[in-house]
Nanobody
């Protein structure tokens, strides 16, 4: 069983920075994707950024491109989200996500962290 533990959320003024980290425990398949999603009050959960294990390719929501940077340390099973130039609209609960992909069966397995609150004041 995989568990994801996030850290690094908090309160910051607009224009500031925060760094989120997520550590995975358990078995990570050789092909997997780790990433961050967020959910603001009254809104659906949305993708923020993802990074693959295969070649480290990244994907960002348009709203965070140029401001957020995702990275991972495969050896330490850690994914990090550096958030710069934060805006009040970035306020949300941020969730770490892992998707394991079984190459043999093409099945995928999804895991979520408990979430960490990020609040950006104007």
């Amino acid at each position: 069983q995989v568990q994801l533990v996030e850290s690094g959320g908090g309160f910051v003024q607009a224009g500031g920075s925060l760094r989120l980290s997520c550590v995975a425990s358990g078995v990570l398949f050789s092909i997997n994707t780790m990433g961050w999603y967020r959910q603001a009050p009254g809104k659906q959960r949305e993708l923020v950024a993802t990074i693959t294990s295969r070649d480290g390719s990244t994907n960002y929501a348009d709203s965070v491109k140029g401001r957020f940077t995702i990275s991972r340390d495969t050896t330490r099973k850690t994914v990090t989200l550096q958030m710069d130039s934060l805006k009040p609209e970035d306020t949300a609960v941020y969730y770490c996500h892992l998707q394991n992909r079984d190459v043999a069966t093409v099945l995928t397995y999804d895991y979520w962290g408990q979430g960490t609150q990020v609040t950006v004041s104007s």
